[in-house]
């Protein structure tokens, strides 16, 4: 069964500094990993869908990388604001499972403070 | 503009009483999905729907009901079956296929009183 692990559960950065979130999976028949925000009492919103055939996304300040032999995926966020306080998950599609299903990490809730 | 709309934001329920969440999407989208999310854990698949009339169950459906008559909707129902029915609960859906990532809605919080 595929487990998703984030460490650490929570961080605390003083902004303007760089936001390294890791993400492990144990089985690395994946079709992708998506990386999501969700801020307190709302929805997912997604950040970065990385292909198990890539290594790499970006999208402005956020980069995420994927290796899938060992099962990692690790989301850096440069310069980091205020705004960037927020939950973040990692959730994978396996290819063992039926369906476009995904399994989630419990996350990493971030404070960056002014 | 496209996305889920998830309604109501909130909702409460009595003990023995049924509920139901309501799922609307506008992307145009095959799949949709069901999670339920609790303190301190991820997020836990209840219901997943790959194409209209069709439905399966995911990790913990038990104590819960869904439908699929139209495309864009998606209503899960938290019956008096589901002992411990407070969470927030998260409607999302995808293009048919693997290769395509999840939209997700705003939520319901759930609470019983």
């Known amino acids: 069964k595929q487990e998703v692990t984030q460490i650490p559960a929570a961080l605390s950065v003083p902004e303007g500094e760089n936001l390294v979130l890791n993400c492990s999976f144990t089985d690395s028949a994946i079709y992708n990993l998506q990386w999501f925000r969700q801020d307190p009492g709302k929805g997912l919103t997604s950040l970065l869908l990385?292909?198990?055939?890539?290594r790499e996304q970006t999208s402005g300040r956020l980069n995420a990388s994927l290796d899938k032999s060992s099962g990692r995926s690790t989301l850096y966020i440069a310069a980091s604001q205020p705004g960037d306080s927020a939950t973040y998950l990692c959730a994978v599609s396996q290819i063992k499972a039926a369906g476009n299903k995904l399994t989630f990490g419990g996350g990493t809730r971030v404070l960056v403070k002014p | 503009d496209g996305g889920i709309t998830q309604s109501p934001k909130y909702l409460f329920r009595k003990e023995g009483q049924n509920v139901t969440l309501s799922c609307e999407q506008n992307l145009n989208h095959d799949a949709m999905y069901w999670y339920r999310q609790d303190p301190g854990q991820g997020l836990r698949l209840i219901y997943y729907?790959?194409?209209?009339?069709?439905?399966q169950k995911g990790d913990i459906a038990e104590g819960y009901s869904v439908s699929r008559e139209k495309k864009e909707s998606f209503p899960l129902t938290v019956t008096s079956a589901q002992k411990n029915p407070t969470a927030f609960y998260l409607c999302?859906?995808?293009?048919?296929?693997?290769?395509?990532?999840?939209?997700f809605g705003s939520g319901t919080r759930l609470t019983v009183v």
């Open positions: 729907s790959q194409i209209v009339n069709d439905f």
């Open positions: 999302a859906s995808s293009e048919q296929g693997a290769n395509y990532g999840y939209t």
């Open positions: 990385i292909q198990s055939s890539q």
